[in-house]
């Protein structure tokens, strides 16, 4: 085992660098190298109030404190999102990305399409990204691509469906709700016909996976193989955060994160340095956060992961 790490260890280390060089530049979350001491920032709008699934490892929450999963200070409207956006930019000249993420799904409804065209609207220099559970992504990537986004991020934890079930034991589908082994096949099904719809229109492609020990932990390589070949480039493994159904559960030590980064490796290239931001994180990557210089309806913004 150890000698075969190794291997696949020293592939990746020998491929190209920077994976994305037209995102080299803009895109903090998509690539882990810059020119100079100048690195670009990021914006997450949390204006995304409902989601469509409902996850074993997911508290959803309006909090300006809690390190959860999914956490935002409060839900914007686009209104109250774009003065965000002209703050931020005035106290923080690097930002490249406006991105959005939650606290729900961005593709539930249409609040987050609804503020990226107001926001390409008043600022056509800077780069979109969207992070979705991609429940919906099918049916609304072409406005995706028709709006300019450039980067989406979408959470695959499992390919197959007995697995899904325990990750996401239910859905809301076309106004029904599904359970268990049928909801993962939905679910699972819908994620890869939307990565290989965003890939045929160029999108770039980044999978986050929740390591989840005793669950999906043996089951990554496989997941890494399906989404790159449905047109994912990178995929990031986010160990659990215990919490909600999964409280049980212990965080993936280092060996397990290891091996199932390793596991993935053999597929596509992954993404070592996300920082798990929040439904509302502003600022460089790992390097601080601008949130509180935000005045008035400022953002607090903390670390925590948000899968959309």
């Keep these: 085992m150890t000698i075969q790490l190794k291997a696949i260890t020293s592939d990746v280390q020998a491929a190209p660098t920077p994976a994305f060089p037209a995102l080299r530049e803009r895109q903090p979350c998509f690539s882990s190298t810059f020119e100079g001491d100048i690195q670009p920032g990021r914006l997450h709008l949390p204006v995304s109030p409902d989601c469509n699934i409902d996850c074993s ?15 935002a200070y409060r839900v914007l409207t686009t209104d109250q999102a774009l003065g965000i956006v002209e703050r931020a930019l005035q106290h923080f000249p690097t930002l490249s990305v406006i991105g959005i993420a939650g606290p729900g799904d961005p593709l539930a409804t249409n609040h987050a399409l609804d503020t990226f065209a107001a926001v390409r609207a008043r600022w056509p220099q800077l780069s979109l990204c969207l992070s979705t559970n991609g429940l919906m992504l099918p049916e609304r990537v072409d406005q995706l691509a028709e709006l300019g ?10 390919i197959e469906p007995t ?13 029904h709700r599904l359970d268990g082994v049928a909801a993962g096949e939905r679910l699972i099904a819908n994620q890869l016909d939307g990565i290989a719809r965003a890939a045929a229109l160029g999108l770039t492609i980044k999978v986050n996976t929740m390591l989840i020990p005793t669950v999906n932990e043996d089951h990554i390589g496989d997941v890494a193989a399906q989404v790159a070949a449905a047109g994912a480039q990178l995929i990031t493994i986010v160990p659990l955060i215990p919490q909600h159904r999964f ?22 290239r992954v993404f070592h340095d996300c920082t798990q931001c929040r439904a509302d994180a502003c600022g460089v990557r790992g390097l601080g956060d601008y949130a509180a210089a935000l005045d008035g309806d400022a953002l607090e913004a903390e670390p925590s992961f948000s899968h959309g």
């Design 247 to 268: 409280a049980h559960l212990p965080s993936p030590g280092l060996m397990k994160r290891y091996v199932a980064r390793a596991e993935a490796e053999r597929h596509l």
């Design 57 to 71: 490892f997911c508290m959803r929450d309006v909090n300006c404190s809690n390190q959860q999963l999914d956490t």
């Design 163 to 175: 697995i899904q079930a325990q990750i996401t034991p239910k859905i809301t589908w076309q106004r």
């Design 149 to 158: 986004v450039e980067t989406l991020t979408v959470t695959v934890n499992a």
